[in-house]
């Protein structure tokens, strides 16, 4: 456990009551849109719509849409499936992001992903007929095999590397200007955590490190993975960078990482975004990493 208690990742918290338990039951959940206050989620430019304050823009529901988003309190909340291209590029919605409200952001990263498998996932993989939304949207069903389909979420590690008391971060070539982050990567099929972390940091920074130590998680809606922060210990600090995947690569002192996060315009490089995991995961390091015993 850590000492020090800071702000969650964005796009995490307790969102709405999923009611897993109704998603069986369509009957039920077509009741639900006949309550007087359901409300149904509205969607603009391919992103669930925001108010000038940032909050999700809802509207009465009109016959029975297909997702179930869950209940706020005995409030039920819907969604449509939108037709067409949904947000899959975080960078195109930077801008919406930076206005969205952290309590609204679990709802948001939800019927975001969901839309993106449902927009992708329209034909069974086992049979290759169309399949159809199910259990409330939150699956797909083929009529043709009888074969049930889930969305499915993509592990990626996020990481932190420190060397004598210095962090190390990357750059990629699609970052704006100055832009430096924690380096990531997928987690490929038979790996741990740990062994994705040491593998993406040999890959791309040429770096040896130990002590893998989980720190934090975020949904990430573009289009569904689950970003898992972690922290290490490298070996050393020589760098051999794979250009093919970053820009640049270097070490960072505590004091540089402090004003960078403070937006200071002296600061060696820009922070991340606050709605970033890296931003957090920067936070928590300024901050301490001090392990205590559980």
Excluded: K
Aim: hydrophobic content about 45%; proline content about 9%.
């Amino acid at each position: 456990m850590w000492r020090r208690s800071l702000p969650d990742p964005f796009f995490t918290g307790p969102g709405l009551n999923r009611a897993d338990a109704l998603r069986a039951h369509p009957d039920r959940i077509a009741a639900l849109a006949l309550h007087p206050e359901a409300r149904l989620l509205a969607w603009d430019s391919g992103a669930p719509a925001l108010d000038e304050d940032g909050r999700l823009r809802w509207g009465a529901v009109e016959g029975n849409p297909p997702l179930f988003l869950g209940l706020d309190r005995e409030v039920p909340h819907f969604s449509s499936l939108p037709a067409g291209d949904v947000a899959i590029d975080s960078r195109a919605h930077f801008g919406l992001l930076g206005q969205l409200d952290v309590a609204d952001a679990p709802i948001f990263a939800a019927a975001l992903s969901l839309a993106n498998w449902h927009r992708r996932h329209g034909f069974c993989s086992v049979c290759g007929q169309p399949t159809q939304p199910n259990r409330g949207a939150w699956s797909r069903a083929c009529a043709s095999c009888g074969a049930e389909h889930y969305p499915r979420v993509d592990p990626v590690v996020i990481m932190l590397a420190e060397h004598d008391g210095r962090l190390l971060l990357g750059r990629q070539p699609i970052y704006p200007a100055r832009r430096f982050s924690a380096l990531a990567g997928f987690v490929e099929p038979g790996e741990t955590i740990e062994t994705a972390v040491a593998r993406e940091l040999h890959e791309e920074a040429g770096i040896a490190v130990r002590d893998v130590t989980y720190l934090a998680s975020q949904p990430w809606p573009f289009p569904s993975s689950l970003m898992i922060g972690a922290f290490c210990i490298a070996d050393s600090d020589a760098l051999t960078i794979d250009h093919d995947e970053l820009d640049d690569a270097r070490w960072f002192t505590r004091a540089e990482v402090e004003a960078a996060l403070c937006g200071d315009p002296a600061a060696p490089f820009l922070a991340p975004p606050r709605f970033a995991i890296a931003r957090t995961l920067l936070d928590r390091w300024v901050a301490g990493l001090e392990r205590v015993a559980a």
